[in-house]
Every structure is written in C-alpha cells, then in structure tokens.
C-alpha cells in the first residue's frame, strides 16, 4: 500500500512539474517563439483548458475500468503529448500540443483521489490525499526550479522533454507498485452524470474555479513580477520558485490536517481567506527587494492549503460519483488556472504594473469565501450534518 503513495505521487510529481514550470520559463519561451508575456500566457490557459475537457470525459470513458489500468493509461497520455509539446516546431503546434498535453490531468488526480482514499487509514483520508498532492509540492519544490534552470540556461524543450520521461516512470510505478482495484460494472455514466444535475455540483464548480483563481492571478506572472517589479536578477527566478515550491510542500500538509481537523468547508474558507490576505501583502510589498523571498515562501504555503480540503469537501459531497466529483475539482482548479491568467493579465495589457495581478488575485479569493460560506450554509448544514 504505502509504495502505492509513492507511485500515486510521482504522477503528481510530472504533472506538477508540466503545470507550474510554465510559469517560472514564459519569459524564455516568449523570447524564443517572438511572442509577448501575455500572449506566451496562452500556453498557460491552454493546458488549463485540457485539463477542465479531459477531467470529467476521460473519468466518465473510462467509468468502469479497474483504477491501475486508468492511471497506467493517462500517464502514457502525458508522456506522448508532452514530448510532441518539446518538438513542436511552431507556436501554433505548441498551441495545440500544450492543449492535448493538459487532458489526463484532471482525471488522474480525480482517480488518484478516491484510490488514495481507499488506502487510508480512516480518519486520515485527507492526510493520504495529501501524500498524493505531496508530489506536485515536490515538483514545486525541486523540479520547477530545476526545469526553470534548464530552461533558461540551455532550452525549454529539454525541461519538457525531461517531463515527459518522469511521466513515462510514474506510468512503470503504477504498474508495479499500485494495488489492483477491482472495476465497477455497475458504475454506468447515467449514474456519474447525475451528479451535475445536484445544486453541489455547481457550487464547488463556481468556489473552486473562482477561489483558486487568486493563487493563478499571482503564479502566471511571478517571473516578470520579481523581475521588473521587485528588481531582482533573472538567475533569481528559480529561488524564487523554489521558495514558492517549499511553501507548496509545507502548505499541502497543513491543508491535509486541517481537513480532518475540521469540516472541509471551514478548512476551504480558511484557506482562500489566508490567499487574500497574502496576496494583498505581495502588491504592497513587492516593490521591496528583499520581500520577494519570503512573501513567495508564505504566499505558497498559504495558498496551497486549498488542495486536500477541497478534494474531501468533493467527495463527500458525492456518494456514487466521487471520482467524478474529484476529477470536476481538478477541471474546475484548472478552470481557476485559465481565469486567474486571464484576468490577472488584463491590467497588464492596460499598462499597469506586473503587481496588479495580485490584486485581481486578492478579488477572486475573497469572491472563493463568499462562496464557500454561501455553500456551508445553504447545502452542508441542511445535508450533511
């Protein structure tokens, strides 16, 4: 069981590379492909945009399949299009690729979910999510910088190229290391579907898609922030990174205790609570050099107690469509990822300063709260008390 984690988390461990090392290489990438920051960005949305189209289709394709064999199979999907991503000639290919290469996220996290679930120890659900999340801290952590590194001082297609084959592994460990849980026959896509038809469904589509969003305002534009906000040298970048990955990695653990400390609604409020008050200090700090270091430490940290909180929050919400429920969260913290980098470029675009997007930031987890208390008090005191 417990090497089952192992192989669960270095799934985590690619993806979580694949998504944030984006952010810490935009401006190479822009510079190679003679594109500006927010157009770059693109690439950012668009990984999201695979994520949310293949989180519940490739969950609801592959309903009755024993969960090794799903896991085994996306993982392949990852490795495929994420080395066409690193070959890709043109920014119209990368474009397309980046796209495809995002559609087994959401659903391998959805599966990863409930099977991690299923491995916990009761009462410890959350803390065993966790330890699947702990690989995309560690991506964090390490592989974002390092992919960051590679990235700026030989080619971002070598740091997509290494993805793609820390993919390929995590597909070998699943295979060896996961235990084999039995399919379900009975678990038809009428039932999963249902699921979209319940007033729950939809209430965690709009907090996690809107709350999570703060974080991505923030992280899209954490390169050129400390660049040419804060002043910091461009070999500085993968510190900072680093910073935000060790934060990641303290912060998923805090969330995961929290969880099965308190309800999951109180821990989500928390959490978005915590991400507005941080990334308010980030725009009124980042002007000062130093601050960079630990506002990017703490804002990480804070930020990424979201992740176990609102994975239980799904799937106890979700009898007979947990990995549904759990697949939708990650479309959804996706969905996050695509309106942060949007919005949050918005007053970039208009002329503002590269701190602005914090302050969209600030908006769209506070707007995460007022949902989340909306949704305590209008569904999980009247359902699931």
Known sequence: MK??????????????????????????ISEDMQRDIPTTAHLISLYALGVVV?????????????????????MFIFFLFHGAFALAPSFASMSVTRFLSGLPHGAFFGVGTVVAAKMAEKGKEARSIAIMFAG????????????????????????????SV?????????????PAFPGDPSNRVGNQLRYFKSQEAWYLIALVSVGTGGLFAWLSYIAPLVREVSGLPAGRIPLIMTLVGLGMFFGNFIGGKLADSVSPSKAVMTSFGGMAICLLLVYFTSSVTWAAYPMAFVTGMVSFTIGAPVQMLLIRTAKGAETLAAAGGQASFNLGNTLGAYFGGLPITLGYAYNTPSLV????ATLGVLITFIFYRQIVLKKYR
């Not at 293949?54 to 996306?74: D, E, F, N, T, Y």
């Not at 930031?361 to 769209?364: A, E, Q, S």
């Open 3 to 28: 090497k089952g984690f192992y192989a669960l988390a270095m799934g985590g461990l690619a993806i979580g590379m694949a998504e944030f090392t984006m952010m810490g290489i935009l401006p190479d």
């Open 54 to 74: 293949g989180a519940p289709s490739l969950v609801l394709i592959a309903s009755r399949q024993p969960p090794r064999k799903v896991l085994m199979w996306l």
């Open 136 to 163: 995309m801290t560690v991506a964090n952590l390490v592989g974002v910088p390092a992919g960051t590194y590679i990235g700026h001082h030989f080619s971002w297609r070598l740091t997509y190229g290494i993805i």
């Open 166 to 178: 820390i993919g390929l592994l995590a597909m070998v460990m699943l295979y060896l290391w996961l």
């Open 361 to 364: 930031g600030v908006i769209m």
